[in-house]
């Protein structure tokens, strides 16, 4: 008998063994997966729901909650030592400038990796385009809330960098004319002469006459016009058309971009007090009504092209 009960025991050893190698070469060896795995740890996950082996090191007690991107030939110990690192996936919002308010809280709004009512307040320009980085679960007022900060801190800072002699009295003027610059032209290179043309116009009292005005008019940023504008809609009351009333108009129009920003903070020096497209996707600038209105045929002519 004592020798079987050896024998028992000696298998019973050799067995263990064996798992032992087993199980810890199966736990540092790669996982065979041929591509990258998203996988989503949600909040309250315990580590008998994920796996038993989490409690070989501890680690049913350091799981953090979040998604995380499992690469390619990560062994199981390589996974969890990912699953209580914290270092989840981060996600990108890209809000496009020259966007109302109301264009702006729809792209939060639909994000899907965002979460949570939109309960957050938002004036028109208050929201800085941007393209925004968040972990999967965020709430979408903490977005809306950062673009609002970005915002503020960059109109502080290109205020406190403008040109002097600008006929602005805050900052809330400038952002208003950054809107109208973005909603003119897209172009880096003639930011600065737009910015230009309306400083201009600012200074000897004249309208200023941009079309986006009229637009906003019309719909108040609450809905798309869908269509061009029509000379009787230059005549339309409201303190938004600067066909019809001088000087800015109340609010921005839209939320101007970084390089809208600075153009009406730091306008070029030009003599220019008119522009128009040249059909290519720019501009023709003049000095005179005589020179405008000839950029008026050559954009004509091109049109009928």
Known sequence: MKKIGCLVFFVFVCISVLCYRYFRSAFFEPLTYEA???????????????????RLKGYDKKLKAGEYLLEEKMSLDDILQKLTSGKVMMHQLTIPEGLTARQMLEIVSKNEFLSGNVTESVREGEMLPETYTFAKGELRDNMIKKAKADMQEFLNKVWQSRAQNLPLKNENELLILASLIEKETGINAERGKVASVFINRLNVNMPLQTDPTVIYAITNGAFDLNRSLKRKDLEVD????????????????????????????????????????????????????????????????????
Do not use: M
């Not at 949600?42 to 994920?50: P, R």
């Not at 800015?248 to 970084?258: D, E, F, V, Y």
């Not at 128009?276 to 002519?301: P, Y």
């Open 36 to 54: 990258p795995v998203v996988f989503d740890l949600k909040k309250g996950s315990s580590a008998q729901s994920v796996s038993a082996q989490l």
């Open 238 to 305: 409201s303190p938004y058309n600067t066909y019809r009333y001088k000087g800015l108009p109340p609010t921005p129009i839209c939320s101007p971009g970084k390089a809208a920003l600075r153009a009406a903070a730091q306008p070029e020096n030009t003599p220019y007090f008119y522009f128009v497209a040249d059909g290519k996707g720019g501009h023709r600038f003049g000095k005179t009504l005589s020179e405008h209105n000839a950029n008026i045929k050559l954009w004509l002519k091109r049109k009928d092209l």
